[in-house]
């Protein structure tokens, strides 16, 4: 008897799985940021992309965070994707940012934001510049528009 629960338990979580889930990592909940300030990347930054580099911020919160990258005007900053997710608060995190990523001409356009897992709340990073010497916008355009728009994020209301 114990083993068809188990069974219907399994089967029932697959289906869970299967389930198209917009943003699958831990949202923010809240209508102001909070906690965790960061300092890196911070005002006047530019992260040079395909190398490593420490995000770094004062941990305020017990639990497991998740950073998000945001592209965009700091008045409409989209998420992109989970940098990396439930990792322990511990106050920094090596981050490679991916080649792909399209260079801004100054020191703003993307930014991060650290969400708690426990419970939603969050904080941002000022605006942030991507150098980028190898990007090439066709090539890129080219070989990823066909993944990229069937992961395009969605856009919070
Ligand atoms: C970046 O950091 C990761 C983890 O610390 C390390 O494994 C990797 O080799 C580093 N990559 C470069 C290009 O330095």
């Known amino acids: 008897m114990s083993s068809d629960f188990s069974l219907f338990s399994l089967f029932t979580a697959g289906?869970?799985?299967?389930?198209?889930?917009?943003?699958?990592?831990?949202?923010?909940?809240g209508d102001a940021p909070s906690g965790n300030p960061i300092s890196e990347?911070?005002?006047?930054?530019?992260?040079?992309?395909?190398?490593?580099?420490?995000?770094?911020?004062?941990?305020?919160?017990?639990?497991?965070v998740t950073l998000v990258l945001l592209k965009g005007p700091a008045s409409n900053a989209i998420p992109q994707y989970a940098i990396v997710e439930n990792i322990p608060n511990s106050?920094?995190?090596?981050?490679?940012?991916?080649t792909d990523l399209a260079p801004t001409a100054d020191a703003t356009g993307y930014g991060i934001e650290l969400i708690c897992d426990s419970n939603g709340q969050y904080q941002y990073t000022t605006q942030f510049g991507i150098s980028n010497p190898s990007y090439q916008a066709a090539a890129a355009a080219s070989s990823s528009s066909a993944s990229s728009s069937s992961a395009s994020p969605?856009?919070?209301?």
């Open 41 to 64: 990347p911070g005002l006047s930054s530019i992260v040079p992309a395909g190398q490593n580099y420490t995000i770094t911020w004062q941990p305020t919160t017990d639990g497991t």
């Open 91 to 98: 106050g920094s995190y090596v981050w490679f940012p991916s």
């Open 15 to 29: 289906l869970a799985c299967l389930l198209p889930v917009a943003n699958a990592y831990t949202q923010p909940v």
């Open 154 to 157: 969605t856009i919070p209301s």
